[in-house]
């Protein structure tokens, strides 16, 4: 039971919905870019879509141009889990928001605007919001609905030091994330520089390439690579294996601690990290052998094969997948860190080799075709060794905000019925 008084949120906020966009003012490259609830993760924030993005040309009333710091609210779930989801506008005067979201205000006399963020992550406030929605197909919520939700309030100074705390732990995530990004453009930097420039150090440490090193022109591959590289396909950098699914029918081929089974939609939730450890479901033993399942070890290079291709990771710890994966075990000379670059750098090839009927699927055949260019072992361990602690760096902040999301998270519904105090 909450240590606050609860009470409905009618007249501490209001709800605002989008502006009704015209069609033809849709361009590639308008001056505005139109959030919609695919800007949203699940667990509360805003996300670019980059290349996907709504852009709107057409003239709007100033009232409808968002400021940084707007808190925009999804009003239609366009995926499980998203109805109520809010998220912060990033910049001034570039974004809108189309009719399935709404901008909150609050008064703030009795609502700071950021315990409202962390309010409606709670399960009461989401639960709320879903039971009274409407739709048999898409569910979609109303600012109404929202004013009807009842929630334990403290007092506004209250609200502001656990926003603070929660805030906190959500600033440091994100510090990590952008270190992280950061360093992951420096390694794909270095990658496209040795291999894909040719500009690899040569025996004095100079770009091998620029330098005036040797190119010779490779009749497979239909353009020049450096002498003493060879020709071969994705097949050459390790082993390919697939996945499988055991008997859902039998609740004894899934536990809560098993063997870390993977699924396509794990990696869904998995985007902007590079290495994954488990997914939401666990296998038992019986459940390996009923699928024949394979275990794939550390450092194995995960590439989901369909529906959709193109998701990536790299296992942190032994583990197994499903059918909707083809998976590179490190077996030869060539790296993890190397055959994950050029898998995605390979992505789009691959994509264009896929092919079904009901959803694109790419085959363990299809990957074996896929021409590339194979580097001396030398060139590869010198790589590998250069960016070792990248990746190692990576991997820790990837683990620590694994860490300071469970107690964020753990947190957020003892701070919000005052179980937890701040002093």
Known sequence: ??????????????????????????????????????????????????????????????????????????????????????????????????QRLGLITVDPEQLDIAFVYYLFQTKSVREQIRLTSTGSKVKHTSPERIYSVNAALPKVEEQKKIAGILAALDAKIGCNKRINAELEAMAKLLYDYWFVQFDFPDADGKPYKSSGGSMVYNATLKRQIPEGWKDGTLDDLGRIVGGSTPSKENPDYFTANGTPWITPYDLSGNQGTKFITRGAQDVSDEGIRDASLKKVPAGTVLLSSRAPIGYMAIARAELTTNQGFKSFIPTNEYSTAFIYYTVKGSLKTITRYASGSTFKEVSAAVLKTVKIALPDSNIVDQFSVSIA????????????????????????????????TVV
């Open 1 to 98: 039971m909450s240590r606050w008084p609860v009470t409905s949120l009618h007249g501490k906020l209001h709800v605002k919905h989008g502006y009704p966009f015209k069609s033809e003012y849709f361009t590639g490259a308008g001056k505005y870019i139109v959030l919609t609830p695919g800007n949203f993760y699940e667990e509360g924030g805003f996300k670019r879509q980059v290349g996907k993005e709504k852009f709107y040309s057409g003239i709007v009333p100033k009232e409808y141009l968002h400021s940084q710091g707007d808190l925009v609210v999804a009003m239609t779930e366009q995926s499980a889990g998203l109805l109520g989801s809010c998220a912060f506008v990033p910049d001034n005067d570039t974004y809108l928001h189309n």
């Open 389 to 420: 602690s990248m990746f190692n760096r990576q991997d820790l902040l990837e683990l620590e905000n694994q860490h300071l999301t469970q107690l964020r998270n753990w947190l957020l519904p003892m701070l919000m019925n005052g179980q937890v």
